[in-house]
């Protein structure tokens, strides 16, 4: 077993842990594990932009965008970590920018912006242009460029390392335990700060939009530490992913003027959401499409509908909805202008569908997108243990894996890259500072042992099942009864289901026996993780009796502030969910009702 030792280590490489490596490695020796190479993460393939409230194009303020994120969130979001949010987004976009991200551009050459859904202009309820955008491409730049950041300012970068368990010492932080895939070597680090930038676990639905790498890990792992998971009930189903296989379509199609169309042609937005129609936010827009699908008025009576970008159409709805450029001309756009803006989209749907967006209409139906929970910290990202908000020392998370919280029940389109740039920064600020004022803690005696224990089990199962068949089986029963719409009976059946699920898992196991490269004995441990939040989501979900945000219930329709309006913390006690709840911080917004 070899051992390293830095100051601050990063688990994972995506924007908010190359964002905090590059402030951390400002005060502190700092490493960054990831098992992916960090240009692979999931942040690569964010499509459609950044939110901040320049006012490049129109009147905006980060007021607004905060007030967007608060009635976004369905009022669940912590408006201290919001209002932070929203206020730091120009300063972080222009920091970006002066890396050398290549924003698209306006005629001025100022950065270029357009609308996205739930953020508009506070006067008149209208779509605002606020998500800065490098074509469909924005996630793909964000990462470039802060790699290249990092390898200019000399982080230490261990690749294809998974971390898989998080040391402590003292009620501190001590360090992780990883495993080198290349050689299944478990190295031991140990650190002053552990900084948890995992990213999500959209892999635990039948469709989703995430990449394979989303088993959050993170989350699975402190969870076994005795860490809670907060809000995992609210997870965000995109409405536009590609009919079957759920590959992202962005929210910029409907930016760019696109529309959706039910069986019977009609744009049914207008019905849901009159004033912002096809950018209302996506827990809308993923209900009315799943309510469109249930009364038999998908394409052809199938569980799917069309979204429609061919400019003879978006100019015809464009016209009825007297929509303007920002320089007061209507809007009417070509061919050529849409292939210049969605040149990605256009090519998923040439390779996956064999469809011309710009003449033919894009089948598509939601998909698991966004984990809105995670390890609870505070709005400085210190993770926090119980529902007085404890800090524990030296443990930090951001990005997806965190629930800040800033999203709430329901996040913004845009909200998280920008979440990923601020806390990055925010928790590589923080971690570099503890750790100046900080001793190592002393490792624990044997620190491997508690993951040898799991791998242990993992290749000494009966062999009676297989993980492929338990994987199925949990993403069907987690997609029909824990996705869009829930009910008390079909959460129970999820919740029973799992458990039955947890017991085969035990069955399971590894043949490789190999040490080199074993991806086997990885994909069952990520199995494992992803079981653990399956069964942490389902029950959250059938406890919380109202619908908010992403979590929409049947049977409890309307949101019901003086009973719910509180964040769930769950924690994973000798394999039992326990529950528990913490207050929601408020500091200016009153709930209201949500008009749309
Ligand atoms: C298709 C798609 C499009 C999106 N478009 C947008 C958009 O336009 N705007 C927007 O705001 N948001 C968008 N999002 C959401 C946003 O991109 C993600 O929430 C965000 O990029 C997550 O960043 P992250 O840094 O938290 O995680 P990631 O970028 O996924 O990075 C996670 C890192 O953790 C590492 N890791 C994970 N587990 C381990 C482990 N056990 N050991 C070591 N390393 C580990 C991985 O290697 C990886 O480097 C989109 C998401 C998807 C899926």
Redesign the pocket.
Known sequence: MKHHQYEVVI???????LMAALYASKGASTAV????Y?TR???G???????AALGNAEEDNAEWHTYDTVKGSDYLGDQDSIEFMCKAAPEVVYELEHMGLPFSRNEDGTIAQRPFGGHTNNNTGKPVTRACYAADR??HMI?QTLYQQCIKNKVNFYDE????DLLMSNGAAAGVV?LELATGELHVFHAKAVIF????H?RVWEIT???Y??TG??VAITLRRGIPAEDMEFFQFHPTGIYRMGI?I?EGVRGEGGVLLNGDGERFMERYAPTVKDLASRDVVSRAMYLEMKAGRGINGKRYLYLDVTPDLVNHYATLDGRTRPDGRPYVTSAEEILGKLPDIIDFCHTYLGVDPVTQPMPVQPTA??AMGGIPTNMRTEVVIDAKNKVLPGVYAA???ACVSVHGANRL??????D?VVF?REAGVRAAEFAQGADFQPLPENPADFVRAQFDALRNGSGSEKAADIAKEMKEIMFDHVGVFRVEEGMQQAVEKIRELQERFKNVRVADEGKLYNTELLNIWELSNLLDLAEVTAVSALARKESRGAHARDDYPDRDDRKWLKHTLAWLEDGKVKLGYKPVVKTKYEPKKRVY
């Open positions: 688990v994972g490489g995506g924007g908010a842990g594990i990831s098992k992916l960090p993460s999931h942040t393939a964010a499509q459609g932009g950044v939110g924005t996630g990462l390392y998974h971390v898989v990883a930038a995992t990213g999500g959209g939009s995430n990449a790498a989303y890990d993170g992202l962005t997108h966004y990005g997806e894996v389109g845009t909200n998280s890259l920008l990923l990055g």
